[in-house]
């Protein structure tokens, strides 16, 4: 099973502030990425999708990967409390199937 | 579009006992997972059908689960006996691209096995 890290957190980031989230992930054939967010008892939602080096920006959302260092990122501007919630990386190394993380979960206090 | 539909949203079943887990995908879907979500391992791949095909099921944990898509709208997880350990969230999962462009969860069985 090909790896995704992501640190569990909790990352708390007071409202207005960036908060940062990273992932690293261990294959390199990898094309797709994708950002997810899950709410505390739902389903994970896509926010997210990258695939190729370099920011994509989306809102309040900017993704950011760096195929040679094997890295993803998200970043959220101006956090709102509604933010707060667990954020998956998943990676699709080749073929069919996602890979997450175990996810970082924010909190964004007013 | 109504999503990617799952059945029950929560079962309680005694050890030992026959459980199935039902999904409907987002129509026009072509792929469809199953996943399971523990506090400790995260969300885990069970088995991936593409055009209702069974593609991989490596990650099924052992004989007791078994899982099938008669047609493209439908799939169900068994899992008999169940034990204790299978208390888990079961996620199903659709897309058009097979992965490639991410894909649409259900929202969830909350399996409790007693």
């Known amino acids: 099973q090909k790896e995704v890290e992501q640190n569990s957190g909790p990352l708390s980031v007071p409202e207005g502030a960036i908060a940062s989230l990273n992932c690293t992930y261990s294959?390199?054939?990898?094309?797709?990425f994708f950002w997810y967010r899950q709410y505390s008892g739902k389903s994970p939602e896509l926010i997210m999708s990258?695939?190729?080096?370099g920011d994509k920006e989306d809102g309040r959302f900017t993704a950011q990967l760096n195929k040679a260092s094997q890295y993803v990122s998200l970043l959220i501007r101006d956090s709102q409390p509604s933010d707060s919630a667990t954020y998956l990386c998943?990676?699709?190394?080749?073929?069919?199937?996602?890979?997450f993380g175990k996810g970082t979960s924010l909190l964004v206090t007013p | 579009d109504a999503g990617v539909i799952q059945s029950p949203r929560h079962e309680v079943t005694e050890m030992g006992q026959e459980v199935t887990l039902r999904c409907k995908p987002i129509?026009?879907?072509?792929?469809l997972f199953w996943y399971r979500q523990t506090m400790m391992r995260g969300l885990e791949l069970l088995i991936y059908?593409?055009?209702?095909?069974?593609?991989?099921d490596s990650g099924m944990p052992e004989d007791r689960f078994s899982a099938k898509m008669p047609n493209a709208s439908f799939s169900t997880l068994k899992i008999q006996p169940s034990e204790p350990r299978d208390s888990a969230v079961y996620f199903c999962?659709?897309?058009?691209?097979?992965?490639?462009?991410?894909?649409?969860f259900g929202s969830g069985t909350r399996l409790t096995v007693v």
């Open positions: 059908f593409n055009n209702n095909v069974p593609i991989d």
């Open positions: 129509s026009g879907h072509n792929s």
């Open positions: 998943a990676v699709n190394p080749s073929g069919y199937a996602l890979n």
């Open positions: 990258i695939y190729s080096n």
């Open positions: 294959d390199r054939v990898s094309q797709s």
């Open positions: 999962a659709s897309t058009t691209s097979g992965g490639k462009t991410g894909y649409t």
